[in-house]
């Protein structure tokens, strides 16, 4: 079973655009969709609205850095500081190129720090590109299902 990716954005336009650039990449994963750090904190400790949701992690979180509630550098803190979920792999997908905000991402354990590119045909690349990497290509951390998955294949 694939595990999901988590897409955690507030902004409606870039949500969609994101939604299609996924779309288009043609993965099998399911695209699970939160609209602010709040929420995507409730998915990833199971707890709220997602107390019920299936154990397991998401394959790769693409994460807005400028969310209403908790802010992408909350969520990212939390997943770090979590035992279960700090080998998630974390991409902040966000419109500020403040090197206060990559030097920040990156000094507490983000995966990539990607600027959401205006141009619609270049959003949709970078998502797909994205998207691809981390759920098929990157090689998960060993003793995750995953890698264990793959060295039978």
């Known amino acids: 079973m694939l595990k999901?990716?988590?897409?955690?954005?507030?902004?409606?336009r870039d949500l969609e655009l994101a939604?299609?650039?996924?779309?288009r990449s043609q993965l099998a994963?399911?695209?699970?969709?939160?609209?602010?750090?709040?929420?995507?904190?409730?998915y990833l400790m199971r707890s709220g609205e997602y107390a019920q949701r299936p154990e397991g992690n998401p394959a790769v979180?693409?994460?807005d850095l400028k969310m209403p509630k908790v802010n992408g550098l909350e969520v990212?803190?939390?997943?770090?500081?979590?035992d279960r979920l700090r080998s998630v792999p974390v991409v902040m997908l966000t419109s500020s190129h403040e090197e206060t905000d990559v030097l920040r991402s990156y000094q507490?354990?983000?995966?990539?720090?990607?600027?959401?590119?205006?141009?619609?045909?270049?959003?949709?690349?970078?998502?797909?590109?994205?998207?691809?990497?981390?759920a098929?290509?990157?090689?998960?951390p060993p003793g995750s299902?995953?890698?264990?998955?793959?060295?039978h294949e």
């Open 4 to 12: 999901p990716i988590l897409l955690v954005e507030d902004d409606p």
């Open 19 to 23: 939604l299609v650039a996924l779309e």
């Open 29 to 42: 994963n399911e695209v699970i969709v939160v609209r602010d750090g709040e929420a995507a904190l409730d």
């Open 61 to 63: 979180i693409l994460l």
């Open 76 to 82: 990212l803190q939390t997943v770090r500081n979590t």
């Open 108 to 134: 507490l354990g983000v995966n990539a720090y990607v600027v959401k590119p205006v141009e619609f045909k270049h959003f949709v690349e970078a998502i797909a590109d994205l998207g691809i990497f981390w």
């Open 136 to 140: 098929v290509l990157n090689e998960p």
């Open 145 to 151: 299902l995953r890698s264990a998955r793959r060295r």
